[in-house]
């Protein structure tokens, strides 16, 4: 039975060990011998129940276990980190810093304008930013190891504040040498038969997507799926198919040879800005909330919502 408390010592030894993928280089980063990293696995092994390593000689792997639990060992790890820097911060009496998790679409899009629109004497003198999966966002938020988080929808957690929320248009997006590429909207019609490139994730904007292709009689010739829009972008950039995303990261990372073109039809991506409900924001937080809505309205087609049916 796994118990209430896991040895932080544990966790690190093995988050250390899949990172950087061996159990010399594992010991070294943390000035430990090799034979404390490898006991240290083996109780971590016997208080979960189940192997979270293969070993194969000097050539080690997680499990299928391993890799799921490490996601979690991770994001753990990362808001320990959080709370000790916030305590040390509070010991000599300086500015806490903001903490902030956004999905990589708006991290790296409307959030670092957001952070400019602010007055540089109200910000603090460490600001975290962490990009990461919607699910990541939200639990960040709930655990209070971030302040604000920008999360895709849908979101239906208890335990959260939900300020607003943003549409902005899907696009679709292809290599300059494609035909697509002198058109100035895509129709239905012209995704017929194509290979599409489109998000992984079946409960959030994949599943808008799916919902539309099939109201519209889409048979796409192939799938490509990717979990992050970049990605996307870059499959597109080689030609390998019609990538359909949001537009919100080709307004904050312009990419070279290729074309986003309007459809013709509605996809829209919509996101939320939270935080943890009865949690006192202060001053920076609330302005940044703010901030994060003026930098969205420079996304094209960007409309703010506050009817929370879209949550769903």
Not at 228 to 239: D, I, K, Q
Request: negative net charge; hydrophobic residues 45%.
């Amino acid at each position: 039975m796994i118990p209430d408390y896991l040895d932080t010592r544990q966790l690190e030894a093995f988050v250390a060990v899949v990172s950087i993928g061996s159990m010399t280089g594992a010991a070294k980063a943390l000035g430990k011998s090799q034979s404390v990293m490898t006991r240290l696995i083996q109780d971590l092994e016997k208080e979960l129940g189940f192997p979270v390593l293969h070993r194969n000689g000097p050539r080690i792997i997680p499990t299928e276990q391993g890799l799921a639990f490490f996601a979690q060992a991770e994001l753990f790890l990362s808001g320990l980190r959080t709370i000790s820097e916030g305590a040390r911060k509070i010991a000599v009496d300086a500015a806490r810093p903001i903490e902030v998790a956004s999905v990589p679409a708006l991290a790296a899009s409307i959030l670092p304008s957001a952070l400019a629109l602010l007055e540089s004497a109200s910000l603090p003198s460490h600001i975290h930013v962490k990009s990461t999966a919607s699910e990541n966002v939200v639990q960040a938020v709930l655990a209070r190891t971030s302040d604000i988080g920008i999360a895709s929808l849908p979101l239906d957690n208890s335990g959260l504040d939900v300020h607003w929320i943003g549409e902005s248009p899907c696009v679709a997006v292809v290599s300059n040498d494609d035909e697509l590429a002198k058109h100035s909207v895509v129709t239905p019609e012209d995704l017929q038969g194509r290979r599409l490139i489109v998000s992984a994730n079946p409960y959030r904007l994949r599943m808008r997507i799916n919902q539309t292709l099939e109201k519209h009689g889409v048979q796409p010739g192939g799938i490509i799926d990717s979990n992050a829009t970049y990605v996307s972008l870059a499959m597109a950039r080689s030609g390998l198919g019609i990538a359909v995303v949001e537009s919100a990261t080709i307004f904050g990372l312009p990419v070279t040879d290729v074309t986003a073109i309007p459809l013709s039809f509605s996809i829209p991506f919509h996101w939320g800005v939270i935080t943890a409900s009865g949690r006192p924001m202060g001053q920076t937080i609330t302005a940044l909330i703010e901030a994060i809505e003026v930098s969205s309205k420079a996304l094209p087609g960007f409309v703010k919502h506050s009817d929370k049916l879209l949550l769903q």
